[in-house]
Nanobody, 122 residues
Framework: VAQLVDSGGDLVRPGGSLRLSCVDS????????MAWFRQAPGKEREGVAI???????QYLDSVKGRFTISKDNRKKTLYLQMDSLKPEDSAMYYC????????????????WGQGTQVTVSS
């Protein structure tokens, strides 16, 4: 059983919106920093957004003002609301979690989702 299960990716037209979800299946959700990463074919993986245990958030510069990371501790679910989507946002998106936000943001996460594909195209 996967620790994190992410979902919500789809084909969407430029300017559209999507909301990605990531469900924690086993660990103490509110004790972990959680983040979204993405990777497009032929490109390096990059951190998109992160939220720490205190609710402090950080975003990739190119998505600021368009994406919002949040979590619902009761539902043990992480979200990424993506608005004003652009073709360059197309990628496989992965959620990630770990006890230390600085390490998670650098890619050293204890748990990863399986990935959900976001494609922005007309």
């Amino acid at each position: 059983v996967a620790q994190l299960v992410d979902s919500g990716g789809d084909l969407v037209r430029p300017g559209g919106s999507l909301r990605l979800s990531c469900v924690d299946s086993g660990r103490i959700f509110d004790d972990y920093a959680m983040a979204w990463f993405r990777q497009a074919p032929g490109k390096e993986r990059e951190g998109v957004a992160i939220i720490d245990v205190n609710g402090i958030t950080q975003y990739l510069d190119s998505v600021k003002g368009r994406f919002t990371i949040s979590k619902d501790n009761r539902k043990k679910t992480l979200y990424l609301q993506m608005d004003s989507l652009k073709p360059e946002d197309s990628a496989m998106y992965y959620c990630a979690a770990g006890p230390f936000s600085s390490r998670v943001w650098r890619g050293y996460a204890d748990y990863w989702g399986q990935g959900t594909q976001v494609t922005v195209s007309s």
